[in-house]
């Protein structure tokens, strides 16, 4: 019913920069909150970076002050821009959406992942 497509992903050197992005297809009312998870070998999945409808915004300590996530509403769009990458970062980094539909409550749906890795 809902898709949510990223990418941006791939590989970059410690201290480089990655965008990414992630668009939702498919038919609904409107977008809740929207966030960026990852998940590195061997770890479990985690949050990087969530935003509400209004904006208000958190992060993962690990990357406070060096990832900025931020919306576009009339496109339905959740970025993570990332910088000053090191390799600590390298996973596979998940878009989650809470959506909303006219009808019928509210439901998560999950991105397919895009790999970013990290060099050193």
């Known amino acids: 019913q809902v898709q949510l497509v990223e990418s941006g992903g791939g590989l970059v050197q410690a201290g480089g920069s990655l965008r990414l992005s992630c668009t939702p297809s498919g038919r609904f009312y409107s977008i809740n909150g929207m966030g960026w998870y990852r998940q590195a070998p061997g770890k479990e999945r985690e949050l990087v970076a969530s935003i509400a409808l209004d904006g208000n915004k958190h992060y993962a300590d690990t990357v406070q002050g060096r990832f900025t996530v931020s919306r576009d509403n009339a496109k339905n769009t959740v970025y993570l821009q990332m910088n000053s990458l090191k390799p600590e970062d390298t996973a596979i980094y998940y878009c989650?959406?809470?959506?909303?539909?006219?009808?019928?409550?509210?439901?998560?749906?999950w991105g397919k992942g895009t790999l970013v890795t990290v060099s050193s």
């Open positions: 989650n959406a809470n959506v909303n539909f006219l009808l019928n409550a509210a439901m998560d749906y």
